[in-house]
């Protein structure tokens, strides 16, 4: 039988496929992805536990730990087992992961009086100073300049010039209106038996002057506070620092106003 040349052959071709053969799965990427973050952490917490006091750490371990006691009591607690439970709630404070009403708190309670007591002691000076109380140790037309306030540092007393009136004249010669406002103070300061600070404040002194005197009579004016209050009774034992500021805390916009020319005399917290 004649074979038929001009038929094209016919060519099977096979492919092998192997699934999941070798290294082309994925499986373990994400292996290696947990154990990179595993060791992402474990390096994030030696760095923690380098990088941080003993009371940074309490705070971090606090954070992820209960902050309030669950119940007063439980099983386990001074029980057949002698044991103590965590949610105690005697335990919880005492190992530093919660709060409780059964904690002392007689520390606190001292420090609260205390600032209250010293906050009605501020106040009854500042009745007896400025006459709100009643009489007052300066009379009214030396009232307009005086202001008192309470800072964190104490109670302030500011007495300053008013355009008409100075407190000092020649740079740092006490005014008879200052010499009344500091035996005032010194009365006054009997109320108290806090230390005392007394800074010096004046204005800018206008550029056309050769010397620039500011400093100077920031210092004399403070010391010439203090060693009036100690010549009028005061004890010099209570003299905390005395300091001189210049010009450079202007008590208002206009670095040259009389406003600025002042004495700040503070009775210290304790």
């Known amino acids: 039988m004649a074979t038929d040349r001009n038929v094209a052959p016919v060519i099977i071709k096979r492919k ?4 999941g053969g070798g290294h082309h799965g994925g499986a373990w990427k994400v292996a290696y992805a947990d154990f990179v973050t595993a060791m992402m952490a474990f390096f994030m917490l030696m760095w923690l536990l380098n990088a941080t006091t003993e009371k940074q750490r309490k705070g ?14 439980s099983s386990g607690s001074d029980g ?7 949610f105690a709630a005697d335990v919880l404070p005492r190992m530093g992961v919660g709060a409780s009403s059964l904690q002392d708190t007689t520390g606190d309670a001292a420090d609260k009086s205390a600032d209250n007591a ?7 000076v500042q009745d007896v100073l400025l006459g709100l109380g009643g009489e007052s140790l300066l009379e009214d037309r030396w009232l307009r300049h005086v202001v008192t306030r309470v800072t964190d540092e104490g109670l302030v007393l ?3 010039d008013m355009p008409d009136v100075p407190l000092f004249t020649d740079g740092a010669e006490p005014t008879k209106l200052m010499h009344e406002i500091a035996y005032a103070v010194q009365e006054v300061s009997k109320l108290l038996s806090n230390r005392i ?4 404040h004046v204005a800018k002194v206008p550029v056309v002057r050769l010397d620039d005197p500011v400093w100077d009579w920031s210092a004399e004016r403070a010391f010439v506070v203090s060693d009036l209050l100690v010549e009028y009774g005061l004890p010099q034992d ?5 300091t001189a500021y210049g010009d450079r805390e202007p008590a208002v916009d206009n670095p040259m106003a009389p406003r600025n020319n002042r004495i700040e005399l503070i009775y210290l917290r304790y």
């Open 80 to 86: 057949m087992m002698m044991g103590e439970s965590i």
């Open 158 to 160: 500011e007495f300053f």
């Open 197 to 200: 600070a007394i800074e010096g």
């Open 118 to 124: 010293q906050s009605d002691a501020f106040k009854e």
């Open 238 to 242: 209570r003299l905390r620092r005395v």
């Open 60 to 73: 971090i371990a606090d954070y992820f730990s209960p902050t309030a006691p669950i119940s007063r009591l």
């Open 16 to 19: 092998k496929v192997i699934a």
